[in-house]
């Protein structure tokens, strides 16, 4: 990762550093953290992503088809884009203390409903294919909002 500043104690500044997000797998290969998606690290939550798609791949790998692969995409995708667009936004730093206390407190609701997916994946069978993991009606109807109501 490119360092934009080197001081002279040695210390590194990071720059904003756009997020990515890359189809999760194909014939042979899939990707898991931040390989598939990336959003700069400033919102602290990679290590959680990079678990999350490992635990929602083995699953997928475990019931062995395509439509669970697709599966695994979907909910991460479900799971990341809330939390990228405000990643991006916090990283950014085009914002003033009131909005930045805004995109936290939007994070803060994201994060809840990725927690609630978890949860219920955590009570979902091993390799059940019909299964795909994902929040409760209400969370995954919230999921967007708590994204709009901050981003432009
Ligand atoms: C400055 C900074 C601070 C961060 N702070 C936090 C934080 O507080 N909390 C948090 O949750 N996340 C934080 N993150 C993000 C977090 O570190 C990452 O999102 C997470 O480590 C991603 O895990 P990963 O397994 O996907 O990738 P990585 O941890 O990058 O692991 C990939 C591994 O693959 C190896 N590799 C690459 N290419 C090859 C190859 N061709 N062959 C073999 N091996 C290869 C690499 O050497 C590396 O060991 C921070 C990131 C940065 C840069």
């Known amino acids: 990762m490119r360092c934009a500043a080197r001081g002279s104690t040695g210390s590194c500044g990071l720059a904003g550093v756009p997020g990515l997000v890359r189809r999760a797998w194909g014939p042979g290969w899939a990707l898991v953290g931040d390989a598939g998606c990336f ?12 678990l999350r798609d490992a635990e929602l791949l083995a699953r997928a790998v475990m019931c062995g088809t395509d ?60 390799a059940d294919p019909d299964h795909r993991p994902a929040a409760s009606p209400q969370a995954r109807g919230r999921a967007p909002q708590a994204v709009l109501e901050v981003l432009p």
């Open 39 to 50: 959003r700069d690290p400033i919102t602290a939550h990679g290590i959680t992503d990079a």
């Open 67 to 126: 439509a669970a692969l697709a599966g695994y995409e979907a909910t991460r995708d479900e799971a990341a884009l809330g939390l990228f667009e405000i990643s991006d936004a916090i990283a950014s730093f085009a914002w003033d203390l009131d909005r930045v206390k805004e995109l936290h407190q939007a994070l803060t609701r994201q994060m809840a409903i990725e927690v609630e997916m978890l949860r219920a994946l955590a009570r979902a069978p091993l």
